[in-house]
């Protein structure tokens, strides 16, 4: 029980670091560039990130696991081992769908243009 809540602060408290680390290292980065002169539009000039697209980047990441645990199924039927099998087509199916909607969000950027 208590390396199970040990585990679990250990975890959350590294999430926490980084994003503490990112967001007071970009605090300063910004403050210092605003002290050498550097205008504010230079902060706002990447691309914003739409729910959209990130609500694709989902539903495809979400279609490509349920593919991949059905076809891990399938091999699994076939004589291949529970572990490999699921495994396996979860992270291929996976990263099949993240690369589908990493076109699709690029055609669309296109198109928007």
């Given at each position: 029980m208590a390396e199970t809540i040990l585990v679990v602060l250990i975890i959350f408290s590294s999430i926490f670091g980084v994003i503490f680390t990112f967001l007071t290292t970009r605090n300063k980065e910004r403050l210092a560039l605003i002290e050498n002169g550097a205008d504010a539009k230079l902060f706002n000039s990447g691309q914003k990130y739409s729910f959209g697209q990130f609500?694709?980047?989902?539903?495809?990441?979400?279609?490509?696991?349920?593919?991949?645990?059905?076809?891990?199924?399938?091999?699994?039927?076939?004589?291949?081992?529970?572990?490999v099998a699921y495994t396996s087509c979860i992270f291929i199916f996976g990263g099949i769908g993240l690369l589908a909607s990493f076109f699709l969000n690029r055609k669309l950027a296109v198109k928007e243009l």
């Open positions: 609500i694709l980047n989902l539903a495809l990441l979400a279609i490509g696991v349920g593919v991949g645990v059905l076809v891990g199924a399938l091999f699994t039927h076939g004589g291949l081992e529970d572990g």
